[in-house]
């Protein structure tokens, strides 16, 4: 993980490696590193106080100069502030020669400040610029109010108390109160604006960090309003967020753009405690933890990061750690919270949470179905009484439960949790929430909301029946205000923005007057003049998208008021004309000297004109060589009426008056376009801009048009001015806007960074040179708040601006003449009959046409119509012609076949028609795909409305009608199973059994492991040869030494299986013993039995009992009582599904009757074809099947259908094409309904008609058979017919019963299935109201489901307590039972020593005596050692720990006060074997002894440790007794609620039993309703309980007689035992002569120890054995290399022997050579002295060779001698030539 640490003010950021800390050491980190801060900001304040003495006040009060006080820039590299301070100081004196102003700076900041010091708000705060040497006054401009709010400011709404909230506006802070309205400004210290504004959380001080150049922090105290503390250096240009933390000891500022510092401030000492760079890019926001205050967290663009104070070695320092999204995309984080564990809640773009830990998102958190918390980011996270609250830019507000965020974990590998709020609160439309403070009102939770489209609100989050609706405070712009206009008659002005509003405000007042929105934002405003609108009551408005608006504004009171009208406000608008002349937002507004023309600019490049006095009739428009900015009609002093435009890129144009044509003229012209119009042009161009690209800024220029040339285009011109004025410091800040007084006294101009320039102008010269003297004063923001808009008031008292930091502010013009108090706009009066008059209908697509597009479109719309009219004479003729030609082709047909023309006759040439067809086809094909999209598009939508509406049922109503009544049956409409019957969720109270349940369940699990752990049998012992060796045949020794341990061994088994025998023997003993119940022993069932009839015998506990207890199986929470919904929900579901089986079994039953009944019906009008008139019977008629029956048809269609529902909708588009799309919709509705429905009754009998065609084809064919024969029947024949009659009439009898018989059968089978399913409605009615009581008791658990969970947690913690405890005792009991066996084996085993000593010894043995005391002998014995050396250590310290150990008695316990004995020595006729094994006896007594005292012990510590697990267990058992009793309460407080709750349950009259004096009462509330299910278990009980008395009875008796002959063999057993036991001591006594113990003569079968040490003897044995051969062959080894040695070293000798001789040789031939030599040289010669050099070397390395070889030989002669490696000559002279 990247880690950041802040070392100290002015270190840069540095990445490094965070310390890993176990949770202890987190604790004591944090402690210590608290204390590392509070010494550090202790020994801020002693440096201070060391430094110079404390700085005196006087008067109470201390005024120091802000430049007096300004601090060098921190920039050191201690971790203390201690060592930066120092650094500064350091610093501050390396500065050149300081002035006197400075080094009194120094000196002051050393001072300590006092608590009571504050700074002189007047001489910090910043005033105008005015020239120097004029008389302009610094109050030229007073603010009196401000109407604006910057709501897109991060933090700008702050509470200071319950009725005074304080923001930011530009360049000063206001404080208003709520209540009464009234304002208070604080003025920005630098003059460069505010940056942001904390409070302190005792609300006692407030901060204001503001922007410039290393800008302050300025403390404020409250109320006083009175700087308290400065901090200096935090930042370069600016702050973008403060925070103190919890206690308000500590601040922490971050800066903005470019460094986004990160500071922690010692606000109250003025001093910075630790500094870093925060991170690279914009930083929203900084915070204290709430629960540590050594953990800040930051956010800011596509970033989050934690920090942390750490103290390290080089001192207290901050990392930072940057958190990582992972698989998640990076966001901008706005809004966060810090968890009291340290966790990290923050909301995202997309508007889902991300819960962070350890710098990485541990879950991501979103809604059901995957849908996002907020439609948009989430701009603030808080934690307010244990819930979470998030604000999103959406406009709503959601509760959220804190255990549930918290706990929160992902269960996929998406990352996501699905949760839902608890509460939510929808502001408003078109509201977004940007911050959110809550209001300190005592019984109310109500919070001020800042939202960023303009408005404050009240929001009150109590959640409750009596919740207030959210209450709009205040309204404003949001964004830039784009236009001002001020009213030439009153103290009115009128506002828009981009915010599709128009706003009137009464300045004068300081009261917003009304508001009017629309769809589009406005862009330009102009105040109507009062040669148009005489009382100033109209105002014209252009938006952004071309269209302009008149509005009315009047005062509704002078309205005649009707009964029961709202509040009447003190004005309104009303919207008198709507046009729209551009396409592009309108950017100008332009009234005529005269009135008579209003002319419109705007960004299209185009100037719209119209004639004002017919109702604004367009004249017509011209093109412009740019977007519009500015339109200025000459004034009353210019000759001509002319009009300037001012165009965005450097155009300045002028145009005569247009010229007015009648109606008449304009009728044929096809545009609005002038052509004709003579237009000046001015191209600027300066000197300045031509040096620097483009740039004119800086300068006020004078201009003139130049003299028209048409050969020129107007693009090509440039142009400059005559005369300039240079303006100071606007080189960087342009002026944006420009007016003038009424006088012309004044001119005011809006600056691009927000301030206010006035210049006093000179009437009577008024050329540029006379502009110098200027009043100057930053007003807006200086980064963003550029003045869009400045005006003066009808009479100069008054100035009005308007900024891009959607603030207005108004001043007062300062005057000789006091304003009057109170002052008030008038408000126009409404015209007469304006109530009545009908609002225009206004232009709200953007998309309409223009007034020049309508026109063209007119013309166009004219010109089409022609050519349609033209087209339609030509299919009329084409019609004619047609007609013809059908005449002709049925002439044809006419005609005999011989002399008809066949088809292709016509065909005046084949491949046309073959040509017809491919472009058909053609077409088609296009068609296809130019609709494939919209046909994909449609098929979606179907299938989304499918998916939304059909998709969720399982089977739509359908009502079958009975065919001879009125009666009907429909089925039910029946959805897919509830959510209810598919989740179950768990609980916390289903994970807790009861107590008789765990011990039942644990009990036959504890009793086996006990069983397991007695039961061990210890393993027998291993061999002692090692396993997996390689096979070798085994030695002698090897042989004996196993057959003495298989010996061994069979005697220990055999003395083990008798152990274990008696073992076994004396367990089934205690196992028999135990099982024996007590005296007083009461059987657990009959206990259990005894208690519940003593609790519920002879009681009936009602639910609504005080003292009810609610048993554990019957305990209901949230989780079961879905579940029981679920299961309610699937029951009446399945019931409902069956239901409509059988519905849907009788529809088709019907479609079956009904075709039956058309076959039998046709099969009766065949017969009546046959008979007379008169023997006809009347014909059934055939059902119907009804549209309802068959609902399923309603979405099938074929092409017919859709023929059909194509005429329907161009019928009803030739009807009216107004309403072509409502229509369309009705008519396709309808006449797709009706033509389905009877498409499916045609289907519904296309199959019977089919199985009758052939009979009555047949028929037809008998009957033309009949009219061709009309002869007289003979006699036979008439036989037939009269047979055939009578047949034909039995038939039609038949047929017709038949028809009536399945009528009613299928109206029974209607009427008995109607009867069924009411009886069922009863039942889905009762459960319908069984499911609004479940649901409402599921709501009500859920509310008490989280605090029953808290107590759940907490019983079920103490019971797992309680039970782990439990576990320790039982586990203590059990290890102490273990460690008593052990000492009693340990006992039986001395026991069974002494015995086997005793019998070892014999009888008559005179040394008995002897032998026992030394077996007694208590002696003190050393530890054994558990490293053992070599054999030779171990025997020596054995010899030390045998001459050590002390031997002598205890005279004490030895029994002999007189005697002293030597044990060490056996005495003489004593048998030695008896004295070294009572030796042996002695040590194995002293180990056991040793092993009783060890087990004693720690028998001892389990007794303390189960004692003090005892208290302990009584502890948590109390605590689990309160907790329960706590859980009981909130059971029985849950149960009460659900019985508050109203049941709806059905009874009849004979139900009701409760009657009084044979009547019913009328107060039925103390009555129990009581089923008949339970009465009759009741009465059946109690002849259970008579059973059980009678039975209990003879039982008691029978176990009486049982008890008395159970006593009496209880005693013939005694004596039988007593017998017995007499027996064997006297067969004990004849055989052994006296009574011994059996168990111990049985283990004393073999000497265990004695056998194992014979064994290791043997080993041991063997051992040494090899060891031996070994080194004797390693002797041998080594007694060879010494001979070899040896004659190596006689070969040297000879060789040094050899060498002496030939030095002695040579010897002598040197003394002969220096006799013989003469005396003819008188020196030595050069080569022999470098000859006898060598020789005498040589001769020296012989020697020390011979004196080595002779210290070897030495050497060599010893034992164990070293052999030194022989010496060799060095290299370098060995290399050498000899020179002999």
């Known amino acids: 993980?990247?880690?950041?640490?802040?070392?100290?003010?002015?270190?840069?950021?540095?990445?490094?490696?965070?310390?890993?800390?176990?949770?202890?050491?987190?604790?004591?980190?944090?402690?210590?590193?608290?204390?590392?801060?509070?010494?550090?900001?202790?020994?801020?304040?002693?440096?201070?106080?060391?430094?110079?003495?404390?700085?005196?006040?006087?008067?109470?009060?201390?005024?120091?100069?802000?430049?007096?006080?300004?601090?060098?820039?921190?920039?050191?590299?201690?971790?203390?502030?201690?060592?930066?301070?120092?650094?500064?100081?350091?610093?501050?004196?390396?500065?050149?020669?300081?002035?006197?102003?400075?080094?009194?700076?120094?000196?002051?900041?050393?001072?300590?400040?006092?608590?009571?010091?504050?700074?002189?708000?007047?001489?910090?705060?910043?005033?105008?610029?005015?020239?120097?040497?004029?008389?302009?006054?610094?109050?030229?401009?007073?603010?009196?109010?401000?109407?604006?709010?910057?709501?897109?400011?991060?933090?700008?709404?702050?509470?200071?108390?319950?009725?005074?909230?304080?923001?930011?506006?530009?360049?000063?802070?206001?404080?208003?109160?709520?209540?009464?309205?009234?304002?208070?400004?604080?003025?920005?210290?630098?003059?460069?604006?505010?940056?942001?504004?904390?409070?302190?959380?005792?609300?006692?001080?407030?901060?204001?960090?503001?922007?410039?150049?290393?800008?302050?922090?300025?403390?404020?105290?409250?109320?006083?309003?009175?700087?308290?503390?400065?901090?200096?250096?935090?930042?370069?240009?600016?702050?973008?967020?403060?925070?103190?933390?919890?206690?308000?000891?500590?601040?922490?500022?971050?800066?903005?753009?470019?460094?986004?510092?990160?500071?922690?401030?010692?606000?109250?000492?003025?001093?910075?405690?630790?500094?870093?760079?925060?991170?690279?890019?914009?930083?929203?926001?900084?915070?204290?933890?709430?629960?540590?205050?050594?953990?800040?967290?930051?956010?800011?663009?596509?970033?989050?990061?934690?920090?942390?104070?750490?103290?390290?070695?080089?001192?207290?320092?901050?990392?930072?750690?940057?958190?990582?999204?992972?698989?998640?995309?990076?966001?901008?984080?706005?809004?966060?919270?810090?968890?009291?564990?340290?966790?990290?809640?923050?909301?995202?773009?997309?508007?889902?949470?991300?819960?962070?830990?350890?710098?990485?998102?541990?879950?991501?958190?979103?809604?059901?179905?995957?849908?996002?918390?907020?439609?948009?980011?989430?701009?603030?996270?808080?934690?307010?009484?244990?819930?979470?609250?998030?604000?999103?830019?959406?406009?709503?507000?959601?509760?959220?439960?804190?255990?549930?965020?918290?706990?929160?974990?992902?269960?996929?590998?998406?990352?996501?949790?699905?949760?839902?709020?608890?509460?939510?609160?929808?502001?408003?439309?078109?509201?977004?929430?940007?911050?959110?403070?809550?209001?300190?009102?005592?019984?109310?939770?109500?919070?001020?909301?800042?939202?960023?489209?303009?408005?404050?609100?009240?929001?009150?989050?109590?959640?409750?029946?009596?919740?207030?609706?959210?209450?709009?405070?205040?309204?404003?712009?949001?964004?830039?205000?784009?236009?001002?206009?001020?009213?030439?008659?009153?103290?009115?002005?009128?506002?828009?923005?981009?915010?599709?509003?128009?706003?009137?405000?009464?300045?004068?007042?300081?009261?917003?007057?009304?508001?009017?929105?629309?769809?589009?934002?406005?862009?330009?405003?102009?105040?109507?003049?009062?040669?148009?609108?005489?009382?100033?009551?109209?105002?014209?408005?252009?938006?952004?998208?071309?269209?302009?608006?008149?509005?009315?504004?009047?005062?509704?009171?002078?309205?005649?008021?009707?009964?029961?009208?709202?509040?009447?406000?003190?004005?309104?608008?009303?919207?008198?004309?709507?046009?729209?002349?551009?396409?592009?937002?309108?950017?100008?507004?332009?009234?005529?000297?005269?009135?008579?023309?209003?002319?419109?600019?705007?960004?299209?490049?185009?100037?719209?004109?119209?004639?004002?006095?017919?109702?604004?009739?367009?004249?017509?428009?011209?093109?412009?060589?740019?977007?519009?900015?500015?339109?200025?009609?000459?004034?009353?002093?210019?000759?001509?009426?002319?009009?300037?435009?001012?165009?965005?890129?450097?155009?300045?144009?002028?145009?005569?008056?247009?010229?007015?044509?009648?109606?008449?003229?304009?009728?044929?012209?096809?545009?609005?376009?002038?052509?004709?119009?003579?237009?000046?042009?001015?191209?600027?161009?300066?000197?300045?801009?031509?040096?620097?690209?483009?740039?004119?800024?800086?300068?006020?220029?004078?201009?003139?048009?130049?003299?028209?040339?048409?050969?020129?285009?107007?693009?090509?011109?440039?142009?400059?001015?005559?005369?300039?004025?240079?303006?100071?410091?606007?080189?960087?800040?342009?002026?944006?806007?420009?007016?003038?007084?009424?006088?012309?006294?004044?001119?005011?101009?809006?600056?691009?960074?927000?301030?206010?320039?006035?210049?006093?102008?000179?009437?009577?010269?008024?050329?540029?040179?006379?502009?110098?003297?200027?009043?100057?004063?930053?007003?807006?923001?200086?980064?963003?708040?550029?003045?869009?808009?400045?005006?003066?008031?009808?009479?100069?008292?008054?100035?009005?601006?308007?900024?891009?930091?959607?603030?207005?502010?108004?001043?007062?013009?300062?005057?000789?003449?006091?304003?009057?108090?109170?002052?008030?706009?008038?408000?126009?009066?409404?015209?007469?009959?304006?109530?009545?008059?009908?609002?225009?209908?206004?232009?709200?697509?953007?998309?309409?046409?223009?007034?020049?597009?309508?026109?063209?479109?007119?013309?166009?719309?004219?010109?089409?119509?022609?050519?349609?009219?033209?087209?339609?004479?030509?299919?009329?003729?084409?019609?004619?012609l047609r007609n013809e030609f059908w005449k002709l082709l049925e002439m044809n047909q006419g005609l005999p076949k011989h002399m008809q023309f066949k088809q292709t006759d016509f065909d005046i040439d084949s491949k046309i028609r073959a040509e017809i067809g491919r472009k058909t086809a053609f077409k088609i094909q296009q068609v296809e795909k130019e609709l494939a999209w919209e046909k994909e598009k449609h098929q979606l939508g179907l299938m989304k409305l499918q998916n939304r509406f059909r998709e969720s049922l399982e089977s739509d109503t359908i009502v079958v009608h009975a065919i001879q009544s009125d009666h009907k049956i429909s089925s039910y409409r029946l959805v897919k199973p509830s959510k209810y019957s598919k989740s179950k969720r768990t609980s916390l109270s289903d994970r807790r059994t009861s107590k008789m349940e765990r011990f039942e369940k644990e009990g036959a699990g504890r009793k086996d492991s006990q069983k397991d752990t007695d039961g061990r049998i210890s393993v027998e012992e291993e061999s002692i040869i090692e396993k997996g060796k390689k096979f070798r045949p085994k030695t002698l020794s090897e042989i004996i030494v196993e057959n003495q341990i298989e010996k061994t061994r069979k005697l220990i088994l055999k003395a083990e299986r008798a152990q274990l025998k008696i073992q076994q023997r004396k367990k089934e003993w205690e196992d028999l013993y135990k099982s024996k119940p007590q005296d007083d022993f009461e059987d657990p069932k009959d206990v259990q039995a005894i208690k519940e009839a003593q609790l519920y015998m002879g009681d009936f506990n009602l639910k609504t009992a005080s003292d009810y207890k609610i048993p554990e199986h019957m305990r209901i929470n949230a989780a079961k009582k879905e579940e029981e919904l679920g299961h309610l929900d699937s029951v009446a579901h399945s019931k409902k599904k069956n239901m409509n089986k059988c519905i849907l079994s009788l529809r088709d039953l019907k479609v079956a009757v009904i075709e039956e009944i058309q076959c039998l019906v046709q099969e009766l009008k065949d017969i009546q074809s046959t008979l007379h008139v008169s023997k006809h019977i009347p014909i059934p008629q055939v059902p119907q099947i009804h549209p309802e029956e068959v609902p399923e048809k309603r979405f099938q269609y074929d092409e017919e259908t859709l023929l059909n529902f194509k005429r329907q909708q161009m019928k009803i588009q030739d009807e009216t094409s107004s309403q072509l799309e409502q229509g369309g919709s009705a008519g396709s509705g309808g006449g797709f309904l009706r033509l389905s429905s009877r498409k499916d009754g045609d289907l519904t009998t296309r199959d019977s008609l089919s199985r009758s065609s052939k009979a009555s084809a047949f028929c037809v064919d008998t009957a033309k058979l009949l009219e061709f024969e009309k002869a007289d029947p003979i006699d036979i024949e008439l036989e037939i017919m009269k047979r055939d009659e009578i047949k034909y009439l039995y038939m039609q009898q038949y047929l017709t019963n038949r028809i009536k018989e399945l009528i009613v059968t299928f109206d029974a089978e209607l009427r008995v299935l109607r009867h069924q399913k009411l009886k069922l409605d009863t039942q889905m009615k009762l459960s319908d109201l069984h499911h609004v009581t479940l649901f409402q008791e599921m709501l009500l658990l859920k509310n008490f489901e989280k605090q029953e969970n808290v107590l759940q947690e907490r019983v079920n913690s103490l019971d797992k307590e309680e039970q782990d405890m439990q576990w320790k005792i039982n586990e203590t009991l059990k290890e102490m039972e273990e460690k008593k066996n052990e000492i009693a084996k340990l006992q039986d085993q001395e026991k069974a020593l002494y015995a086997g000593f005793q019998a070892a010894l014999g009888e008559n043995n005179k040394f008995a005596n002897f032998l026992m005391k030394v077996l007694k002998k208590r002696i003190k014995r050393v530890k054994k050692k558990e490293v053992e050396g070599d054999a030779e250590e171990d025997e020596d310290s054995d010899e030390s720990s045998e001459e050590e150990s002390s031997l002598e008695s205890d005279e004490d316990e030895s029994g002999s006060d007189d005697e002293v004995f030597d044990d060490s020595i056996c005495p003489t006729n004593c048998d030695v074997g008896l004295f070294e094994l009572a030796l042996q006896l002695r040590e194995k007594r002293l180990d056991i002894e040793e092993a009783l005292v060890e087990e004693k012990k720690i028998i001892d510590n389990l007794k303390k440790e189960h004692d003090t697990l005892s208290k302990k267990v009584k502890v948590v058992a109390t605590n689990l007794n309160v907790a329960e009793e706590a859980l009981e309460a909130y059971q029985r407080e849950k149960q009460q609620r659900l019985n508050e709750l109203l049941v709806v349950i059905p009874l009849k009259l004979h139900q009701v039993e409760h009657v009084v004096f044979g009547e019913i009462p009328n107060d039925l509330s103390g009555t129990l309703v009581f089923s008949n299910h339970s009465l009759g278990r009741l009465q059946e009980r109690i002849i259970q309980l008579h059973e059980e008395n009678s039975k209990q009875q003879k039982l008691n008796k029978e176990c009486r007689e049982r008890r008395k002959q159970l006593i009496r063999e209880k005693r013939e057993m005694a004596k039988t035992i007593s017998k017995m036991e007499e027996t064997v001591h006297q067969l004990m006594v004849s055989k052994f002569g006296r009574v011994i113990d059996l168990e111990a003569l049985q283990t004393l079968s073999v000497n265990t120890t004695l056998e194992e040490l014979k064994i290791k003897k043997l080993r041991k044995e063997l051992t040494n054995a090899k060891e031996m051969k070994m080194w004797e062959e390693k002797i041998a080894q080594v007694r060879w290399e010494l001979m070899m040695k040896t004659k190596e070293h006689t070969k040297k000798l000879h060789q040094m022997n050899d060498l002496c001789i030939e030095k002695k040789k040579l010897d002598s031939r040197l003394n002969t050579l220096q006799n013989q030599q003469g005396n003819a040289f008188q020196g030595p010669r050069k080569a022999d002295i470098v000859a006898r050099e060598k020789v005498t070397e040589l001769i020296q390395l012989q020697a020390e060779r011979i004196l080595a070889l002779k210290e070897e030989i030495a050497l060599l002669r010893k034992k164990g001698g070293l052999i030194l490696p022989p010496i060799q000559p060095p290299q370098e002279k060995e290399m050498k030539p000899m020179g002999l």
């Open 1 to 880: 993980m990247l880690t950041e640490e802040m070392k100290e003010p002015g270190d840069q950021d540095t990445d490094g490696r965070r310390l890993d800390r176990s949770k202890s050491d987190g604790k004591q980190s944090q402690g210590s590193l608290k204390a590392a801060l509070r010494s550090a900001v202790r020994e801020d304040n002693k440096v201070l106080e060391d430094a110079t003495d404390e700085t005196y006040i006087e008067g109470g009060e201390s005024h120091l100069e802000d430049d007096d006080y300004d601090m060098e820039h921190l920039e050191g590299s201690s971790s203390s502030f201690q060592d930066d301070y120092m650094g500064n100081i350091g610093d501050s004196q390396n500065m050149g020669a300081p002035t006197p102003a400075s080094e009194e700076a120094e000196e002051k900041v050393k001072k300590k400040i006092s608590e009571n010091f504050f700074y002189d708000y007047t001489e910090l705060v910043s005033m105008p610029f005015v020239t120097p040497d004029s008389n302009i006054p610094l109050d030229l401009l007073t603010l009196v109010h401000s109407f604006g709010y910057d709501c897109r400011k991060r933090a700008n709404l702050q509470l200071l108390d319950s009725n005074t909230v304080t923001y930011i506006a530009g360049n000063q802070l206001i404080l208003l109160n709520l209540k009464t309205k009234e304002q208070m400004y604080l003025r920005s210290i630098s003059g460069r604006g505010i940056g942001v504004i904390g409070v302190h959380p005792d609300k006692t001080y407030f901060t204001v960090a503001e922007k410039g150049v290393f800008p302050k922090i300025i403390i404020y105290e409250y109320p006083s309003l009175r700087p308290y503390r400065i901090l200096h250096d935090g930042t370069e240009l600016g702050y973008a967020y403060v925070d103190f933390n919890y206690n308000g000891t500590l601040l922490a500022s971050v800066g903005s753009n470019p460094d986004y510092t990160l500071t922690i401030w010692n606000w109250k000492e003025e001093q910075p405690i630790l500094r870093t760079k925060a991170f690279s890019q914009e930083v929203f926001k900084v915070t204290f933890n709430p629960e540590d205050d050594e953990q800040l967290t930051t956010s800011g663009s596509g970033h989050i990061k934690f920090w942390e104070m750490a103290l390290t070695f080089t001192g207290l320092k901050l990392q930072g750690s940057l958190g990582r999204f992972g698989k998640t995309a990076t966001t901008d984080i706005e809004g966060y919270m810090e968890l009291p564990d340290g966790k990290v809640l923050s909301g995202s773009e997309w508007g889902n949470m991300l819960l962070w830990e350890g710098g990485l998102i541990k879950v991501e958190l979103c809604r059901a179905a995957r849908k996002s918390c907020h439609q948009g980011p989430i701009n603030q996270i808080m934690l307010d009484e244990g819930e979470v609250i998030t604000i999103g830019a959406d406009g709503c507000i959601r509760i959220w439960d804190f255990e549930t965020v918290d706990t929160a974990d992902s269960i996929d590998d998406t990352g996501l949790l699905e949760i839902e709020p608890i509460n939510e609160l929808q502001v408003g439309k078109n509201v977004k929430l940007f911050s959110m403070i809550k209001m300190k009102e005592i019984g109310s939770n109500f919070w001020l909301a800042q939202d960023a489209s303009g408005a404050i609100w009240k929001l009150d989050l109590s959640f409750s029946n009596i919740t207030q609706d959210p209450d709009c405070l205040f309204s404003f712009h949001s964004g830039a205000v784009e236009a001002l206009a001020v009213s030439p008659l009153t103290y009115l002005m009128a506002t828009t923005a981009l915010d599709c509003s128009v706003r009137i405000y009464d300045f004068a007042s300081k009261t917003p007057l009304a508001q009017m929105k629309f769809k589009q934002g406005g862009t330009a405003l102009a105040w109507v003049p009062r040669l148009v609108s005489y009382t100033g009551a109209q105002i014209i408005v252009g938006f952004e998208d071309g269209v302009v608006r008149i509005l009315e504004l009047y005062d509704p009171k002078g309205l005649t008021v009707f009964a029961g009208r709202k509040k009447i406000s003190d004005a309104d608008i009303n919207l008198r004309q709507v046009f729209k002349p551009h396409t592009a937002r309108v950017t100008a507004l332009a009234y005529e000297r005269d009135g008579e023309i209003l002319a419109t600019g705007s960004k299209d490049q185009t100037v719209f004109f119209f004639e004002v006095e017919k109702d604004y009739k367009p004249i017509g428009y011209i093109t412009t060589p740019g977007p519009v900015r500015q339109l200025i009609w000459s004034s009353n002093s210019h000759p001509d009426s002319t009009l300037l435009i001012i165009c965005e890129n450097g155009y300045v144009l002028e145009t005569p008056f247009p010229t007015i044509k009648e109606e008449e003229e304009n009728r044929d012209v096809v545009s609005y376009e002038i052509k004709d119009m003579h237009i000046k042009c001015f191209h600027f161009s300066s000197v300045k801009s031509k040096i620097l690209g483009g740039y004119d800024a800086g300068f006020l220029y004078h201009c003139e048009f130049p003299l028209s040339d048409k050969s020129s285009a107007i693009t090509k011109k440039k142009d400059e001015p005559f005369d300039f004025r240079l303006l100071e410091d606007t080189e960087d800040n342009p002026i944006q806007t420009i007016t003038f007084s009424i006088h012309q006294d004044m001119m005011f101009c809006g600056m691009q960074n927000g301030a206010i320039r006035v210049y006093i102008l000179n009437q009577d010269n008024p050329s540029l040179m006379n502009i110098e003297d200027y009043w100057h004063f930053n007003i807006h923001d200086n980064n963003y708040g550029c003045i869009k808009g400045i005006s003066t008031s009808f009479d100069d008292r008054f100035l009005v601006t308007t900024g891009a930091d959607s603030n207005i502010f108004v001043f007062t013009i300062f005057s000789e003449f006091e304003l009057k108090k109170d002052i008030r706009a008038k408000v126009p009066s409404p015209r007469f009959g304006i109530e009545t008059e009908p609002i225009p209908e206004d232009i709200e697509d953007p998309k309409a046409y223009s007034i020049e597009n309508a026109r063209r479109k007119r013309e166009h719309d004219k010109l089409m119509k022609e050519v349609e009219e033209i087209k339609a004479g030509k299919r009329e003729k084409l019609k004619a």
